[in-house]
């Protein structure tokens, strides 16, 4: 299996940045793709940014308007979501994901990250 330990959220007012950071152990041969989703409370889990290990094919969500950049560091095994010009609306827990070539779903996950975003 893969493990996955997330960090970096934290408390930042409106127009802030922060950098989350995903490293990743384990068995991680079997991972091709890591994403991050995220969760605010009484809504849906929705995928923010994804980008694949051996390959800069990468996906942004449309909200994201060019705020956030997903990148990865192979060496590390670490993912990163650098994260500028926040809103409250970013304000929820954010995950780190990885996607499995055997089963092509993402399935597994780490504890989450929490982020606030006040005005």
């Known amino acids: 299996q893969v493990q996955l330990v997330e960090s970096g959220g934290g408390s930042v007012q409106t127009g802030g940045s922060l950098r989350l950071s995903c490293a990743a152990s384990?068995?991680?041969?079997?991972?091709?793709?890591m994403g991050w989703f995220r969760q605010a409370p009484g809504k849906e889990r929705e995928l923010v940014a994804a980008?694949?290990?051996?390959?800069?094919?990468?996906y942004y969500a449309a909200f994201v308007k060019g705020r956030f950049t997903i990148s990865r560091d192979n060496a590390k095994n670490a993912v990163y979501l650098q994260m500028n010009n926040l809103k409250p609306e970013d304000t929820a827990v954010y995950y780190c994901a990885s996607r499995s070539r055997p089963t092509g779903v993402y399935d597994y996950w780490g504890q989450g990250t929490q982020v606030t975003v006040s005005s």
């Open positions: 384990g068995r991680t041969f079997s991972s091709y793709r």
């Open positions: 980008i694949n290990w051996n390959d800069y094919s990468t």
